[in-house]
C-alpha cells in the first residue's frame, strides 16, 4: 500500500548522548548531518534536536502522521530500500515500530536507536511518557514470540496478552503498554529493515564499525555509476555552444549537455575544438569512460557495459535499460544517436583527469583555460553532497571546501560556468547551482544541535 513520506511523515534525529570515543563522536555527527539533509532533499520534513521532548514537540507540531525518530550512529545502507519496505508497515492500526526489546526483570523497550510512531494514535492514546525509568504497576500484559532475532531478548513479534502486570519501565515501555492495551499494532523491525541499516552502538569496535561503512566510500572510489539522474537545468546561456565541459563520468549525462549545447570543431572551420574532460577519485570510472569513447559503437549501452564489467563496480545495474531507452528517445532513436555520436568522437577531444576536488591540491591541477567562443562549464554534480564524503567531513567542512574553491574559481576563471547540487542554498535549503562563478554568494552552513559555533 504504502505511504507519500513527503506529506504524511517526518524525521527527527536526536543527539541524547555522547560516543565515549571523540573519532566515534565525529563519525556519527557526519552522517547524521547527511541523514538530515538528505531526507530534507527528498523533500521530506527533517530536523535535528539534543533532546527527545524537542523532538517529540516537534513531531507533534508538524502534524505528520508518521514520525520517525533516530539517532546519530544510524547508516541506512539501503536508503530505498528501507523507505519502501516501512512504508509496507505503517498501517493505520499501528502505534509503532522499532526495535524491541524484551529483557529479563523489564518490561518492553523501544529501542531508541531507530523507532516510528503513528502520531494520530500517539495523541489518540493520551500522548504516554516515552522515557521512564520506574516501576509501573498496571502495564499491559503480553505475548511474544519464542524465536529472536539475536541473543534472546529481541522477539520477532508481540501482541495484546489478558491482564495486567509490574514492571520495571524504560524508554518507550509505556508507549507500548497504551498501545498494546488499546488494541494497537506494535511491530518489531523485521530481517529485511534491519539489514536495510547499520547502527554504531556505544562500546562497539569503533574500527571495525567504520570499516563497513567505509565500504561505501570504497565502492565509490571504485564504481561507476550506470545510471546519471541529475536534472538538465534551464541552461543559463543558451546561445552559446559548449565549449569545454569538467564533469565526472557518469552514465550517459556528458552527451546530453554536448547535444543541449553542441559542440564546437576545427574540423567544421569553428575557431576552437570542444573540449570533454572526465575527472574522478575512481580509476575504474575514468577507464570505463576511456572504454565508451574508444571503443564503443554507440549500441547498446547496457549489454556493453555488462560486457566490460569483469574487474569493476558498475552501480545501478536495474535502472541501465530504461535510462537507455529514454536517452535515445531524446536523441529522436537509435539512428540519429549513432550519427550524431560518430561525429562527436570525431569532431572533439577528450581528457581524463584522476582529480579529487576535495583534496588540497586540487588547485594546481585543474589546468583550466579560458573561453574563446563558446562556454565553459565545470559540473561538480553532487560532490558536496555525498554520502562517502560524509564519512569524513561534516557538512560545515563541505561548504567551507565549496566556498573556497568557488573562491578559487571567481578569481582565477570568473568565465567559467559551475552546476552543482547540494542541500544548501544560503541557509538549510535545498539547491541547485547553475551560473557563472561570478554569480556565486557563499552558502552558510546548516546548523545541528553538535555543530561547532
Not at 60 to 89: T, V
Not at 397 to 415: E, G, I, R, S, Y
Amino acid at each position: 500500500m504504502g505511504i507519500n513520506y513527503k506529506t504524511s511523515a517526518s524525521f527527527h534525529c536526536v543527539n541524547d548522548f555522547n560516543y565515549q570515543t571523540r573519532g566515534a563522536n565525529y563519525f556519527a555527527y557526519n552522517i547524521a548531518e547527511y541523514w538530515v539533509l538528505e531526507f530534507r532533499h527528498l523533500g521530506i520534513r527533517s530536523d535535528a534536536h539534543s533532546s527527545w521532548h524537542e523532538a517529540f514537540k516537534s513531531a507533534l507540531d508538524c502534524g505528520s502522521q508518521w514520525a520517525i525518530f533516530y539517532r546519530p550512529g544510524n547508516q541506512f545502507y539501503f536508503k530505498s530500500e528501507f523507505l519502501n519496505h516501512l512504508s509496507d508497515y505503517l498501517l493505520e492500526d499501528t502505534m509503532c515500530l522499532g526495535h524491541i526489546l524484551d529483557k529479563e526483570n523489564e518490561y518492553l523497550e523501544l529501542h531508541p536507536q531507530c523507532f516510528v510512531l503513528n502520531m494520530d494514535l500517539y495523541k489518540k492514546i493520551g500522548r504516554p511518557n516515552y522515557e521512564n525509568h520506574r516501576v509501573i504497576d498496571n502495564l499491559q500484559k503480553y505475548q511474544r514470540s519464542t524465536e529472536n532475532f539475536h541473543d534472546n531478548y529481541t522477539p520477532m513479534w508481540i501482541k495484546k496478552d489478558s491482564g495486567q502486570i509490574s514492571s520495571y519501565t524504560t524508554f518507550g515501555s509505556e508507549i507500548i503498554s497504551r498501545a498494546l492495551c488499546e488494541g494497537y499494532n506494535v511491530v518489531p523491525f523485521n530481517e529485511t529493515l534491519r539489514n536495510a541499516k547499520i547502527f554504531l552502538y556505544d562500546g562497539d569496535d569503533f574500527l571495525d564499525t567504520f570499516s563497513k561503512f567505509k565500504k561505501i566510500s570504497d565502492h565509490a572510489a571504485r564504481g561507476y555509476y550506470g545510471v546519471n539522474t541529475e536534472r538538465l537545468l534551464k541552461d543559463p546561456f543558451p546561445d552559446k555552444k559548449l565549449e569545454t565541459l569538467y564533469i565526472p563520468p557518469s552514465g550517459l549525462l556528458p552527451f546530453k549537455l554536448f547535444r543541449e549545447k553542441g559542440y564546437l570543431s576545427r574540423k567544421k572551420g569553428d575557431h576552437v575544438t570542444s573540449r570533454l574532460t572526465l575527472y574522478d577519485i575512481s580509476e575504474p570510472a575514468l577507464d570505463i569512460y576511456r572504454n565508451l569513447l574508444s571503443n564503443w559503437s554507440g549500441e547498446n549501452y547496457p549489454d556493453y557495459l555488462q560486457h566490460i564489467n569483469k574487474n569493476y563496480s558498475i552501480k545501478e545495474k536495474g535502472r541501465l535499460d530504461k535510462e537507455w531507452h529514454s536517452f535515445l528517445n531524446l536523441f529522436g532513436g537509435e539512428s540519429n544517436w549513432l550519427n550524431w555520436f560518430h561525429d562527436f568522437k570525431y569532431n572533439c577531444e577528450f581528457k581524463f583527469r584522476d582529480i579529487n576536488i576535495l583534496s588540497r591540491d586540487v588547485y594546481n591541477r585543474l589546468f583550466l583555460t579560458k573561453p574563446e567562443v563558446g562556454v565553459n562549464i565545470m559540473w561538480l554534480s553532487n560532490i558536496f553532497h555525498y554520502m562517502p564524503t560524509h564519512l569524513y567531513y561534516s557538512n560545515e567542512q563541505l561548504m567551507n571546501h565549496l566556498n573556497k574553491f568557488m573562491k578559487f574559481l571567481k578569481l582565477n576563471h570568473p568565465d567559467w560556468v559551475v552546476r552543482y547540487n547540494t542541500t544548501e542554498k544560503g541557509t538549510a535549503d535545498v539547491g541547485e547551482y547553475y551560473d557563472k562563478v561570478t554569480s556565486y554568494k557563499d552558502l552558510t552552513p546548516a546548523k545541528f544541535p553538535w555543530s561547532s559555533n
